[in-house]
């Protein structure tokens, strides 16, 4: 593990010889550092920090290495190093960079500044039972039971897929004319709870469309109540257009909420996919992958028919709400670079396009 790394230390530090005295121990530190982390990076093996206590990375393999880079950044690839002017050593062309905002999801899986609030889709494994994947999760018995429409009676297979809450909780599917307060009574649940856990400004920040998470409520008595489905209404096959410019590319089929995913350049223009009026356009400057519950920027359409168009991971925003648009017109821009402004749970340039209240015609 270690073979050529007292090699590479003598290597820098004659590089480095004349800029102690001007940068000072820092840069001894940060170029020590460095060459360990090169040495790492040539052994595919499970490797922990040398420090006491504490592992700063954790990865068998070298992509989930973490190196500093010259913007204040952390990137996972080793970066080339150089001086210049013979006094600032710098990267020279890193591949990758992520701000510090997002270091702690990173190296830790988790942001210390926020939790993770998103709902996931989970495949059923062999052995599993109902109870033992509520357990797995953290979560009662009765939550996976009402968001995938089940009974304790009812059987699962491997391969199923099933509808995971990040808490004990309902789902809700909001709808014309509800109100938060009304939700919240419905299920028992507590209106600063809904608004604290689904990040909304207040209690009428909810559109046609949004799929609240209420933390802790309970499922109506009424039988027939089923908040984890939605109407669908029948379509043309031709009454969406893609998202993207053709040819396109999907690059994630259908999953979690009737959605795939266009790989597309950031950058890219983003089309309304049919006619309709903006109902919702979500911003923030956070670069947390959990913004918006990893929705990251996102903006809705309501279109004629109640269907409503869901565009995730934008960049910028061209139209605001009360925007009447046609099918075909720009609407954003694609974002989805990790580490960007309201990027979200993404791992590149792309458009989660999502539709609520009919088939995805591009999930066939």
Request: charged fraction near 15%; aromatic fraction near 8%; proline fraction near 5%.
């Amino acid at each position: 593990m270690f073979k050529g790394f007292y090699k590479q230390i003598w290597h820098y530090s004659l590089k480095l010889t004349p800029l102690i005295k001007k940068q000072g121990l820092i840069i001894v530190i940060v170029s020590i550092l460095v060459c360990l982390g090169r040495m790492l990076i040539q052994d595919n093996s499970l490797h922990r920090s040398l420090t006491s206590g504490f592992s700063l990375v954790e990865a068998k393999t070298s992509e989930n290495q973490l190196f500093f880079t010259a913007n204040k950044g952390f990137s996972l690839e080793p970066p080339e190093l150089i001086l210049v002017q013979n006094s600032v050593l710098k990267a020279a062309a890193p591949l990758m960079v992520y701000t510090p905002q997002v270091l702690g999801s990173l190296v830790a899986g988790y942001e210390s500044t926020d939790t993770k609030k998103v709902i996931t889709e989970y495949l059923v494994e062999p052995g599993d039972t109902l109870q033992s994947i509520a357990s797995k999760f953290d979560i009662s018995l009765e939550t996976i039971l009402w968001a995938n429409n089940l009974n304790k009676n009812s059987l699962i297979k491997p391969g199923q897929k099933l509808i995971i809450l990040p808490v004990s909780g309902v789902l809700h599917y909001v709808k014309s004319g509800d109100t938060l307060t009304e939700i919240a009574q419905r299920y028992q649940g507590k209106i600063d709870e809904i608004i604290a856990f689904n990040q909304l400004a207040n209690e009428n920040d909810i559109y046609i469309g949004d799929i609240l998470i209420i933390p802790n409520g309970s499922m109506p008595q009424n039988n027939n109540y089923q908040p984890a489905s939605i109407a669908q209404i029948p379509l043309a096959n031709n009454y969406f257009i893609p998202p993207v410019s053709s040819p396109y590319h999907i690059t994630q089929g259908l999953h979690w909420y009737n959605a795939v995913d266009f790989g597309e350049k950031c950058g890219g223009p983003i089309f309304a996919a049919a006619a309709g009026e903006v109902i919702k356009v979500a911003l923030t400057n956070s670069t947390s992958r959990w913004a918006f519950s990893g929705a990251g920027n996102h903006i809705h359409i309501l279109h004629p028919n109640g269907v409503v168009t869901h565009y995730g991971h934008i960049a910028k925003s061209f139209v605001k709400v009360g925007d009447k648009v046609s099918q075909g017109d720009i609407i954003a821009l694609v974002g989805g670079q990790p580490g960007t402004a309201g990027a979200g749970l993404s791992t590149g340039c792309h458009v989660h396009f999502g539709v609520i209240g009919a088939v995805n015609p591009f999930g066939r």
